[in-house]
């Protein structure tokens, strides 16, 4: 690499705060056993990345799952139709189980939590949100989110396909700093030399496109996998896409997780192409159309636009319109324009419900709580800001 990409490389992974970790079943569980030494191995490396680094947050994306369990079954190999699939989701349980047994024993023991997504809540709003709020209450409280498809629930209209796509999905719910992919090789391999059979391919230290990373790929896969290096790039030039930081390393590598996250230069990286949340914000900003509006005191306009804060109940005066949880609304004070944009985490009735009221009232208001927040800081743009972005 030339200095200005290992430059780029050490920002956009070693310096991440917030981490999506993906390992794929053939890391895990090789000819389809789940071997618990390599689950405690990734738990030591995950838990001594978290402890060098107090501020950080890591999200695992985890296949395995239907790899150890179809043997259970009495299946001679991993299943190909969904409906295997489904039934072999008794793998599931044996994998958290190992997690739960590998983390829990670390100095310090940390404490894991199983969450299972599908296609649906990904693109519905309501469930977006809701999938998003549970995963930063998870964090902050210091739990370490597991993830995986529902495969027990999941049909062919609503399947992710692979836990590639899913980690890339889930590194831009978390507004991840970083994505790392850990597979079964080193990277994505260089063209074999043509006619020098005794040379080996070299792994390609940056890909910056999915052309140039699709070129590089024959049309393989593990034997325990759903997806090959095809899926993986695509997955990795999604994210990076959204200005999240990636690399496809070697799950079998010692320590690999906290090498990455400390500085060093494995595997193949994918530096983002955006300005973190810029293509998010511009959708927020300009591409959708507002569902309706908030109208706000001038306390909550100076708290959102000068420091940056969340829209509170408090400060919400009333609601123009009716819409669903996830809508996009615009915010304005009375006899002003609109000022901002933002997704909300309560629909227009319940707004109307708890305006002026404390976070702390919500639940006693509504008889449930979502967030304290009305719309979050990660979900609202001001869009005077848009303007020069």
Known sequence: MSPDQESQVESSIGLARRVVVKV??????QRGVLEPARVARLATDIGAALSEDARRQIVLVSSGAVASGFRAL?????????????AAAVGQPRLMAAYGAAFGGLQPARTVAQVLLTADDIDHRARFLNARHTLERLLQSGVIPIINENDSVSFSEIKLGDNDRLSSLVASLVNADALIILSSVAGVWGAHPVREAARQPEVVPIIRSLR???????????ETGTGGMGTKIGAACQAASLGIGVVIADGG????VRRLLSGERLGTHFPPVARSHAARRRWIGFAARPKGTLMVDDGARRAVV?????LLPGGISGVKGEFAVGALVELQVERGAPFARGLVSYASADINR????????IEGVLGFRYADEVIHRDDLVLLNDLESS
């Open 306 to 310: 000068s420091r940056g804060a969340s």
């Open 74 to 86: 009495g299946l001679a190999r991993p299943p190909k139709i969904i409906a295997d699939k489904q």
């Open 354 to 361: 708890i305006k002026g009221k404390k976070g702390s009232e």
């Open 253 to 256: 590598e010692p320590g690999v």
């Open 212 to 222: 140039e990373g699709l070129a590089l790929v024959a049309p393989t896969k593990s």
């Open 24 to 29: 794929g079943s053939a890391v895990l569980a």
